[in-house]
């Protein structure tokens, strides 16, 4: 493989996410995606089924679930699409959805855990966490821990995590102990504002990556935390009245959701970095543009694995694999 330095960029800041795919074959593979119901995570699921992927929706509304998958039939009658109900807010429910998963016997190639929130107001999950920490963060990592070892069987694999810019936004400073630092990434501090616990969801969304990256190399499992890009035009600001504004006012010089599916596509396909584990990503090519100090603190990433697993299992039990 070419030094980092030698590597050509192949894409940038606005390229759509079916001219990351142009020449690749993906017939053969499956990939798992969570929010396919709207913005990048429908760009996201269309261009990699109309290229002859399997692609299984991990969705709560059904409903829409069939409307997105009977739109891409449309375009392409013979494409594989699958629906498993999963509801984010539920993480019994994330439990079954995972477990229905492996019954289905498929594999996984790559696993993209692209759904997520942002929600002003002062809201909870079904199970009592804070909703950007209980979607964002807690109920990827059971959809994960399921699936994870059915993406070590179909190695060499990949795992996407969608985080964002924003996840500087953390409100954590280098002086806390770690259950400080812990209770702003799990949303257990009402004083932040939502900006904010967003940006935390986010840097946890990231330290899952990074840590499965350091565990899961091994197994020929490649990580990728991504940033869709700056000023993405998707809906999950629609809750926000500044955002609704924002949107408007900003179209000009923001991403399309194809452009922001891009890097997604890119990551979880490109034979380029297939082996470019355990970065951050944005526009299609590898940057720290990252509070490193945040983010690669390995003691944080496990004090923060543990505590997930633990909450994982008083909720659910331990995993018993099917």
């Not at 030698?6 to 142009?22: G, Y």
């Not at 950007?132 to 993406?151: I, K």
């Not at 470019?276 to 509070?291: L, Q």
Request: charged share 25%.
């Amino acid at each position: 493989m070419p030094s980092e330095q030698k590597r050509p960029r192949l894409f940038h800041s606005r390229t759509h996410a079916h001219e990351v795919l142009k020449g690749l074959d993906v017939r053969g593979k499956t990939y798992a995606i969570t929010g396919t119901t709207s913005g990048i995570g429908v760009d996201t699921a269309e261009v990699l089924a109309l290229a002859g992927a399997h692609v299984v929706f991990f969705n709560r509304n059904l409903k829409e679930s069939e409307i997105q998958k009977r739109r891409i039939l449309d375009q392409k009658p013979d494409a594989k699409i699958d629906i498993i109900e999963c509801d984010l807010s539920d993480l019994r429910a994330v439990r079954r959805a995972g477990e229905e998963y492996l019954r289905r016997g498929w594999p996984i190639h790559g696993l993209i855990l692209n759904a997520g929130v942002f929600r002003p107001a002062v809201l909870t999950t079904k199970d009592g966490f804070e909703s950007h920490f209980g979607v964002n963060v807690l109920a990827h990592f059971t959809l994960l821990c399921v699936l994870l070892p059915v993406v070590r069987r179909s190695a060499p694999s990949r795992i996407v995590i969608l985080s964002s810019t924003l996840s500087s936004r953390h409100a954590i400073k280098k002086s806390m102990s770690i259950p400080e630092k812990l209770k702003l990434l799990c949303g257990e501090v009402p004083s932040t504002s939502a900006l904010q616990k967003y940006g935390a969801s986010k840097m946890a969304d990231m330290h899952i990556a990074f840590k499965l990256h350091r565990d899961e190399l091994k197994s020929g499992i490649s990580t990728y935390s991504v940033h869709p890009g700056d000023a993405v035009r998707t809906n999950i600001f629609r809750n926000s009245p500044l955002g609704k504004v924002l949107s408007v006012l900003t179209t000009p010089f923001t991403k399309n959701s194809s452009q922001g599916a891009a890097t997604t596509v890119y990551c979880a396909t490109h034979p380029e970095v297939e082996h470019i584990s355990g970065k951050y990503w944005e526009s299609c090519w590898d940057n720290d543009k990252i509070d490193k100090i945040t983010a690669r603190d390995e003691d944080l990433q496990e004090a923060l694995w543990n505590k997930l697993e633990s909450i994982d299992d008083r909720i659910n039990g331990k995993i018993e694999q099917i």
